[in-house]
């Protein structure tokens, strides 16, 4: 697939802000994405066959090895946090906090007034399960010595990872909030371990509208038997990383149902992840057609437009993709941050990037912050430019456009010591990006 938000750094080359594939951390479609291999002796980018899928995905795998892992005593689990709706003000009534684990949720405890939860995961917390959530064997945890789980031991039970490893109780876990008529984003717990800072965060709740988009097509549900096979045949070769057997399985899907618009979807990101933009756009642009309120479609379109450059083309799919979903996908404000930074719209550039900082409360994004820091540099709000550039180094100490983030703090510290910049002044002490 095509390299995501969070698979990008922002650099400055001769001059100018760039995005550049760094890590593959992909969100949003129905499947894992496949890692890209640009850049890779031999990529050509070149089509084979008919899923136009290219020849940058690996042909190989590595041998499956088994991690030391030791049965211990497992330590407690702590989570706190709150909820805040979109406008930032606390829900006016107690809000459900569900741990997920492979889909299956499970209530865990509740807010107080102000949105407020604290509770040690696993623990019965004084909350009623409904019928909708776990039937009493408490997923991973368990409640109950029987049933699939009862060889774990029961309640906090299950396999650590050895050291600083993350807990494998929670492999596959987030925490959200429930809530009726509101969507709820999604805290990770995956790397979650027992010593960790409780604190997850901010989770928001989004009231459903009835003119949005989804994060899931409509049209999946009229696919016939003999497509959906085909889709779910895709969707486990994905999990083997059995790409090419992938993009088979999702072309057959769309050629007994042409309306798929979810295997049109993960068949672009396929195409895409091989080096086959131009094919992968024709694919995700027949997914948009078959469902025009499907905003999966736009993140993956502004990607690629993104890989190529072309902030009119990012600043349109992205903007689309917003007014469909504001909500879930905070790459699309930071695509569009990039695309305004480039052409030069400030104010549109700061709205965006403010509003992906926000919704990204899995932090999945920290070049967000390095891109927030060089706005404010260039209105002169050098406080706020070197919070969020201090942000942006504690979030991805180690990221490309670390050493210039350092950089930019050093130019605004000798500027901020000399009683800063006078109004007529022009910015080439802090060398702006233009």
Request: hydrophobic share 35%; with cysteine; glycine share 10%.
């Amino acid at each position: 697939m095509t390299p995501r938000v969070s698979e990008w750094v922002i650099t400055i080359v001769a001059g100018g802000l760039i995005l550049q594939p760094a890590f593959s951390q992909g969100r949003g479609g129905a499947t894992a994405a496949p890692p890209t291999t640009s850049g890779s002796s031999g990529s050509t980018g070149t089509t084979t066959g008919t899923t136009g899928i290219g020849n940058k995905l690996p042909t190989t795998t590595n041998p499956t090895t088994t991690p030391n892992t030791t049965t211990t005593m497992p330590q407690p689990i702590y989570v706190s946090g709150r909820v805040m709706m979109e406008d930032g003000n606390p829900p006016d009534q107690p809000v459900t906090i569900e741990r997920v684990c492979s889909g299956t949720p499970r209530a865990e405890g509740y807010t107080d007034s102000k949105g407020y939860f604290g509770f040690q995961l696993g623990q019965r917390n004084g909350v009623l399960q409904d019928a909708s959530e776990s039937n009493g064997s408490g997923g991973i945890f368990g409640d109950s010595p029987t049933g699939s789980n009862a060889r774990l031991g029961g309640l906090g039970s299950g396999s650590q990872t050895a050291g600083m490893g993350s807990d494998m109780r929670l492999m596959g876990c987030d925490l959200q909030a429930k809530l009726g008529g509101y969507r709820s984003q999604s805290i990770s717990l995956t790397n979650r371990r027992a010593l960790d800072n409780p604190d997850v965060g901010v989770i928001l709740l989004h009231r459903i509208g009835p003119s949005e988009g989804t994060t899931v097509s409509a049209t999946s549900l009229a696919a016939p038997k003999d497509a959906r096979k085909a889709f779910e045949k895709g969707q486990d070769a994905i999990k083997k990383k059995k790409w090419e057997e992938a993009a088979k399985s999702f072309q057959k899907a769309v050629d007994i149902y042409p309306d798929y618009a979810t295997a049109w979807y993960e068949l672009g990101r396929l195409q895409a992840a091989g080096g086959a933009p131009d094919t992968a756009r024709i694919s995700l642009e027949c997914a948009l057609k078959a469902d025009p309120k499907f905003a999966a479609p736009y993140v993956e379109l502004a990607s690629l437009e993104v890989d190529a450059k072309k902030w009119k083309e990012v600043a349109s799919f992205s903007d689309k993709g917003i007014r469909l979903d504001s909500f879930d996908y905070p790459e699309l404000f930071f695509y569009n941050a990039a695309a305004n930074y480039y052409l030069r719209n400030q104010d549109a550039a700061e709205k965006s990037v403010r509003q992906a900082i926000k919704l990204d409360n899995n932090h999945r994004f920290p070049q967000a912050s390095y891109l927030f820091g060089l706005i404010l540099t260039q209105r002169r709000d050098y406080a706020s430019a070197a919070e969020q550039f201090r942000d942006f180094l504690k979030l991805a100490p180690d990221a490309q456009d670390a050493p210039a983030a350092k950089q930019k703090l050093e130019q605004i510290a000798q500027i901020t010591a000399k009683g800063g910049v006078p109004p007529e002044a022009k910015l080439d002490e802090i060398k702006q990006d233009k």
